[in-house]
T-cell receptor
Framework: KQEVTQIPAALSVPEGENLVLNCSFT??????LQWFRQDPGKGLTSLLL?????REQTSGRLNASLDKSSGRSTLYIAASQPGDSATYLC??????????FGTGTRLKVLA | EAGVAQSPRYKIIEKRQSVAFWCNPI?????LYWYQQILGQGPKLLIQ????????DSQLPKDRFSAERLKGVDSTLKIQPAKLEDSAVYLC????????????FGEGSWLTVV
């Protein structure tokens, strides 16, 4: 059974810092892994999708890496901004393309 | 293209009452998911459909929850009777197929059971 852990659970940083959010998962037999953003009262927005054969994926100030064999993924946020404040969730897809979520990292970027 | 539509957005019911949530996925998306997200937790998969067949419902509390997807398009999730611990956001999501493409979420249906 896939279990996903995200560290840290919460993070508060001043604007401009580079951030590292960590995700670990127990079942390495995944098809892909997605990082999502969730704003309060909203649904989830996909940020990055990394296929199992890829090592990393980039979109703007976001970079996600995947080490499938060790069951780890990392989301890097460069030059953080107050608008980045949200909860970040990772979800590996395994089995029948089920996406299993971690509990998320609540990020607050202070102006 | 239109996103995943869900209704109602908010619902407050008393325990032991019933409630139903509706989801309209993105047009042409074969796979539909229902997730339950309790405050402070990540979403938990309740049920996964491909077209109108159930792929996985291993975490659906079948004594009180039911879901169906008619004609492989819209889906409804029903809770009867509701318990206090069912208070959560119910998120519907869809994906074009099962080959690992991006999954798209609706904004959720917020349920409070009092």
């Amino acid at each position: 059974k896939q279990e996903v852990t995200q560290i840290p659970a919460a993070l508060s940083v001043p604007e401009g810092e580079n951030l590292v959010l960590n995700c670990s998962f127990t079942d390495s037999a995944i098809y892909n892994l997605q990082w999502f953003r969730q704003d309060p009262g909203k649904g989830l927005t996909s940020l990055l999708l990394i296929q199992s054969s890829q090592r990393e994926q980039t979109s703007g100030r976001l970079n996600a890496s995947l080490d499938k064999s060790s069951g780890r993924s990392t989301l890097y946020i460069a030059a953080s901004q107050p608008g980045d404040s949200a909860t970040y969730l990772c979800a590996p897809a395994s089995g029948t393309y089920k996406y299993i979520f971690g509990t998320g990292t609540r990020l607050k970027v202070l102006a | 293209e239109a996103g995943v539509a869900q209704s109602p957005r908010y619902k407050i019911i008393e325990k032991r009452q019933s409630v139903a949530f509706w989801c309209n996925p993105i047009s042409g998306h074969a796979t539909l998911y229902w997730y339950q997200q309790i405050l402070g937790q990540g979403p938990k998969l309740l049920i996964q459909f491909q077209n109108n067949g159930v792929v996985d419902d291993s975490q659906l509390p079948k004594d009180r929850f039911s879901a169906e997807r008619l004609k492989g398009v819209d889906s409804t999730l029903k809770i009867q009777p509701a318990k206090l611990e069912d208070s959560a956001v119910y998120l519907c999501a869809s994906s074009p197929d099962t080959s690992g493409n991006t999954i798209y979420f609706g904004e959720g249906s917020w349920l409070t059971v009092v």
